[in-house]
């Protein structure tokens, strides 16, 4: 793999990672209600289902979307029912007050946050045919697998270290204290913003 076909690839992987989604509506939200050590492993489960759908990728999950439009079809349906699950419980709870820091539950565990962001990654499997594009206008053909390897670790740490930012941001005291200020309306915003995105994966 040739140095610029690489720092391709490399730049495709950061714009797919930073494009608006529900990984980063999720990252955001964990940041502002549980704090940044919490939105640091949803942020690696995140990463860990874009890995997921990148080794699906490289091994051809695309072309049996292709043949079988009714899989993907399936895991759309299951995708969209799982962000408006999501989206629903966001909108129902808007109006619970957030507890201040004295007397608020402590957050969820690092094992149960790495997999609600796991499993907000897998919720949107058009991410495999995105993957797909990705790897069939960068890779060579008879690519070693210590550089498929060294690809996955660029997904990985693309994907861990933007909604780790993104986490950190919305975790500060300032951005927190106007979540406080306005939270029906902010969780009643991103529980919308995740439903139209699960009609979105449906509708694409």
Excluded: Q
């Amino acid at each position: 793999m040739t140095p610029a076909a690489f720092a391709t690839f490399a730049g495709l992987v950061v714009f797919a990672a930073i494009s608006p989604g529900p990984a980063v509506l999720m990252a955001a939200r964990t940041g502002l209600t549980e704090g940044f050590r919490t939105g640091v492993m949803l942020a690696m489960g995140i990463a860990s289902g874009a890995v997921i759908w990148a080794l699906a990728a490289v091994f051809g999950l695309s072309v049996v979307f292709a043949a079988a439009p009714s899989l993907l079809w399936a895991l759309k349906i299951g995708g969209a029912c799982y962000l408006g699950w999501m989206a629903w419980h966001l909108w129902r709870d808007a109006k619970v007050p957030f507890r201040t820091e004295d007397t608020r539950p402590l957050p969820r565990s690092a094992f149960a946050a790495y997999r609600l962001g796991l499993w907000t990654n897998l919720s949107n499997p058009k991410a495999a045919v995105m993957f797909s594009s990705i790897f069939l206008g960068t890779l060579e053909a008879e690519t070693p697998y210590w550089v498929l390897g060294l690809l996955l670790g660029v997904i990985f740490l693309s994907e861990t270290c933007w909604n780790t930012l993104v986490a950190r941001i919305f975790s500060l005291d300032r951005t927190r204290a106007r979540y406080i200020s306005l939270k029906t309306v902010i969780d009643r915003s991103f529980g919308a913003m995740l439903g139209l995105l699960g009609l979105k994966i449906i509708a694409t």
